[in-house]
C-alpha cells in the first residue's frame, strides 16, 4: 500500500542554518505531495504542495520539488528562523485511486535556536 | 472565524464513558475526516465521509463511530472510551472539485480517558 517515510526528529538549528527534511514515498497510482506544518497548539496547514512529478511547491522561503526517479519530496529552506519551530508532515494523496484519502509521515520536530 | 471549529477543545472522562467530539465547518467542502495523532506515529485516519450519505471506515475505526449530520457537521463518537483512546484528535475537509485533495484541518481536541 501507499507510504510516507519521513526522517526523524528532532532537528535542532540555529537560526539562519539551512534546513533539509527528507521525505520519501511509495504510491500505485499518480500521488500528489504534500507538507504540512503544525505550529504549537494548532491544527496541521498546508505548507506546500506538487502534483505531478518535477513540479516545485514553495511558500514561505520553503521548497520542495517533486521527484519521480528517487520517489522522493524533500523539504528545504535556506535560513531558518526561531518562529519556523514546529512539527512538519509529508503527506501524500493518491489520485490514482480517486484521491480519496492523504496518507501523512510521522512527523519531524524541528527547533530552531536564537 | 475559522473555518473548521471542533468542541470541546481538551476533555478528560474516566474509562467507560461515552463521550462525542464535534465538528462544524463553513469551508462548504463535502468531504470530512477525522484523525488521531499519536506521538511519533503521526496522524491515522478513523473515519471519512464523502458526503452526508457517504460513511467510511479508515484504518483504526475500531471503538469509534461517527455521524454526517449534515454538510457541515462530522461527530466522532467514543462509546464506552479506554485510557489508549487518549489522544489528539484532528477533523478535516478537503474540496472534491480540486486534484490535489487538500486538507484543511480544525485545531484539535485532546482527549484524555483516566
Known amino acids: 500500500g501507499d507510504s510516507v517515510t519521513q526522517m526523524e526528529g528532532p532537528v535542532t538549528l540555529s537560526e539562519e542554518a539551512f534546513l533539509t527534511i527528507n521525505c520519501t514515498y511509495t504510491?500505485?497510482?499518480?500521488?500528489?505531495l504534500f507538507w504540512y506544518v503544525q505550529y504549537p497548539g494548532e491544527g496541521l496547514q498546508l505548507l506546500l504542495k506538487a502534483t505531478k512529478a518535477d513540479d516545485k511547491g514553495s511558500n514561505k522561503g520553503f521548497e520542495a520539488t517533486y521527484r519521480k526517479e528517487t520517489t522522493s519530496f524533500h523539504l528545504e529552506k535556506g535560513s531558518v528562523q526561531v518562529s519556523d519551530s514546529a512539527v512538519y508532515f509529508c503527506a501524500l494523496s493518491d489520485t490514482g485511486t480517486g484521491g480519496f484519502k492523504t496518507i501523512f509521515g510521522a512527523g519531524t520536530r524541528l527547533f530552531v535556536k536564537a | 472565524d475559522a473555518d473548521v471549529t471542533q468542541t470541546p477543545r481538551n476533555r478528560i472522562t474516566k474509562t467507560g464513558k461515552r463521550i462525542m467530539l464535534e465538528c462544524s465547518q463553513t469551508?462548504?467542502?463535502?468531504?470530512m475526516y477525522w484523525y488521531r495523532q499519536d506521538p511519533g506515529l503521526g496522524l491515522r485516519l478513523i473515519y471519512y465521509?464523502?458526503?452526508?450519505?457517504?460513511?467510511n471506515k479508515g484504518e483504526i475505526s475500531d471503538g469509534y463511530s461517527v455521524s454526517r449530520q449534515a454538510q457541515a457537521k462530522f461527530s466522532l463518537s467514543l462509546e464506552s472510551a479506554i485510557p489508549n483512546q487518549t489522544a489528539l484528535y484532528f477533523c478535516a475537509t478537503s474540496d472534491p472539485g480540486t486534484k490535489s485533495d487538500t486538507q484543511y484541518f480544525g485545531p484539535g481536541t485532546r482527549l484524555t480517558v483516566l
Open positions: 504510491a500505485t497510482g499518480y500521488p500528489s
Open positions: 465521509s464523502f458526503d452526508v450519505k457517504d460513511i
Open positions: 469551508k462548504g467542502h463535502d468531504r
